[in-house]
């Protein structure tokens, strides 16, 4: 269990799990997710329209009723404050549909995607194409840890927590969308906190799993975390730079929430897991240290790095 809902939880519960193991509260621990929305609704879908509180109460009455309408406000700011094309967006869908073609877990597998298929979808809330926006499916992934010490008792090549931060910036959660840093995927401190206790800086990350809410969190939160400046964005958040094997930060290589599945992000600490150990159907060159970004644009948000032996 974690504090908070949703992806902005997938690595604050692996730090859970480590910081109860390293305090002597447990020896192994399992950390799962698992989704059965279709009883319930989809998380997409307006609900709940009865009992409008909380943050609803500031935007339903002007009609943002489903989370792609929430954060296209925060990522349009975003995209004007820093000079942001689609572009830089239709980069991240791409590449994470890429992937999901090597990979046959993936929902999206064997159904690729183009720019002009990219460019010619729906809008579902400017800036949001169809295809910047995640699935939603039922399913269950999980992982085992335990103290570094025991890793030698399993057959398949450790994987080691090298650092795990969770939180947000001053007053991110403000309910009427008012929060100082409006246009900012909420990793403006978080971040420094994972590089600290890591020991570790942007440069030594050879491979990123972001979660994808929405592409727009993923420009925000890859550029809160050192990989580029805002402005450097449509340089950077090329379909070349971010494929495996080779790119210069490959994103997402299993197919991500857009085209892996939907899983709160926590198939993308899996795939973390498989590049570390070098069993990815997406394999990169630079596999020593991988990222984990959990729920962009959410509070709070969490974070994790993942490291090989010669890591450490």
């Known amino acids: 269990m974690q504090w908070g809902g949703g992806g902005g939880g997938c690595c604050a519960a692996v730090a859970n799990a480590a910081a109860s193991i390293a305090a ?12 059965a929305q279709g009883q319930y609704g989809r998380f997409g879908q307006t609900t709940g329209i009865d009992t409008i509180s909380g943050e609803r109460a500031y935007l339903m009455p002007h009609g943002v009723l489903a989370p792609p309408q929430r954060f296209a406000m925060r ?4 995209m004007h404050e820093h000079g942001v094309r689609q572009d830089a967006l239709r980069a991240i869908a791409l590449a994470s549909y890429h992937h999901a073609q090597a990979n046959p877990r993936a929902v999206m597998y064997g159904k690729p995607l183009d720019a002009a298929k990219y460019d010619a979808s729906r809008w579902i809330a400017e800036p949001f194409h169809l295809y910047d926006c995640c699935m939603e499916n039922d399913g269950a992934a999980a992982l085992v840890l335990v103290a570094a010490e025991r890793a030698g008792e399993f057959r398949s090549k450790p994987v080691y927590v090298l ?3 969770v939180g947000s910036g001053y007053r991110t959660a403000a309910m009427p969308h008012n929060s100082p840093l409006y246009a900012s995927a909420s990793f403006d401190t978080v971040a420094s906190d994972l590089y ?10 050879g491979v990123v799993q972001s979660y994808e809410n929405f592409t727009g969190g993923v420009v925000m939160a890859l550029a809160e975390h050192g990989f580029f400046k805002p402005e450097e964005a449509n340089d950077f958040l090329t379909i070349e730079n971010l494929t495996a094997p080779s790119g210069r930060l490959p994103l997402n290589t299993s ?3 857009l085209a892996e599945c939907y899983m709160h992000g ?3 600490v899996l795939e973390a897991v498989r590049q570390v150990r070098g069993t990815s159907t997406s394999q990169v060159q630079r596999n020593d240290v991988a990222m984990v970004i959990g729920g962009p644009m959410v509070t709070p948000v969490s974070n994790l790095l993942l490291g090989s032996e010669a890591s450490l």
């Open 24 to 35: 002597g509260l447990a020896d192994c621990v399992v950390v799962f997710r698992s989704l």
């Open 75 to 78: 990522v349009r700011r975003y």
């Open 163 to 165: 650092g795990a931060a």
């Open 196 to 205: 600290r206790m890591a020991a570790i800086g942007p440069t030594d990350v």
């Open 255 to 257: 197919g991500g929430n």
């Open 266 to 268: 926590f198939e993308l």
